[in-house]
């Protein structure tokens, strides 16, 4: 079973300052990997998604990367702002199966960032 | 537009009660799914629908049933739920099945409280 582990749980910085959140997963046969942000008890809202076959993704301030071999991504964002703050998740898309279906995504728990001003 | 509508925002049920959750999305996306939250949890994947057929059910309670009516609208029909079910149930949509990039678009959830 795929299991996605977030590190850390929880962050708190100065403004200005340059983060790395990470995440790992067990399970190489992977299709895609999602980050997302996700504001109290709001939705989820898309950030990047990554291909299985790609090594980088870049939107703006954010940045991701995914070397699928080991298991693990990273979620670069540049200058943080207090508006950054939010839960950050990861999340994988199990290989898609001869079924012709789509597949659902397993999460992580989740990094709690918190910008200060 | 990459938006998913839910309705309602707040719904707050009895155990002997019934109810509905609707999702709906107007991107022409043909698969679409249930999530449920708990507090401080991450979601949890509950059904997937591809081309509007079940594709997934993830050994979700019976109370629990899902239905879609066509390629847009995504209902949750809810019976005899529990406490425990209590819960914020999310909705999202993607492009289509097999598509290489696949990208999951949520809507606002439904925070569900059973009483």
């Known amino acids: 079973k795929q299991e996605v582990t977030q590190i850390p749980a929880a962050l708190s910085v100065p403004e200005g300052e340059n983060l790395v959140l990470n995440c790992s997963f067990t399970?190489?046969?992977?299709?895609?990997l999602q980050w997302f942000r996700q504001d109290p008890g709001k939705g989820l809202t898309s950030l990047l998604l990554i291909q299985s076959s790609q090594r980088e993704q870049t939107s703006g301030r954010l940045n991701a990367s995914l070397d699928k071999s080991s298991g693990r991504s990273t979620l670069y964002i540049a200058a943080s702002q207090p508006g950054d703050s939010a839960t950050y998740l990861c999340a994988v898309e199990r290989r898609w199966y001869s079924g012709g279906g789509a597949d659902g995504l397993t999460f992580g728990k989740g990094t709690h960032l918190i910008i200060q001003p | 537009d990459t938006e998913v509508t839910q309705t309602p925002k707040h719904l707050v049920m009895g155990m002997t009660n019934k109810k509905s959750l609707k999702c709906e999305q107007h991107m022409g996306h043909r698969a679409m799914y249930w999530y449920k939250q708990k507090a401080k949890k991450p979601p949890e994947l509950m059904f997937v629908?591809?081309?509007?057929?079940?594709?997934i059910n993830e050994s979700v309670p019976s109370r629990f049933s899902p239905e879609c009516p066509n390629s847009s609208l995504l209902n949750l029909h809810l019976h005899a739920l529990q406490p425990e079910d209590s819960a914020l149930y999310l909705c999202?949509?993607?492009?289509?099945?097999?598509?290489?990039?696949?990208?999951?678009?949520f809507g606002p959830g439904t925070r569900l409280t059973v009483l």
């Open positions: 399970d190489s046969a992977i299709y895609n």
């Open positions: 999202a949509s993607s492009q289509a099945p097999g598509l290489a990039y696949n990208e999951q678009f």
């Open positions: 629908y591809s081309y509007e057929k079940l594709s």
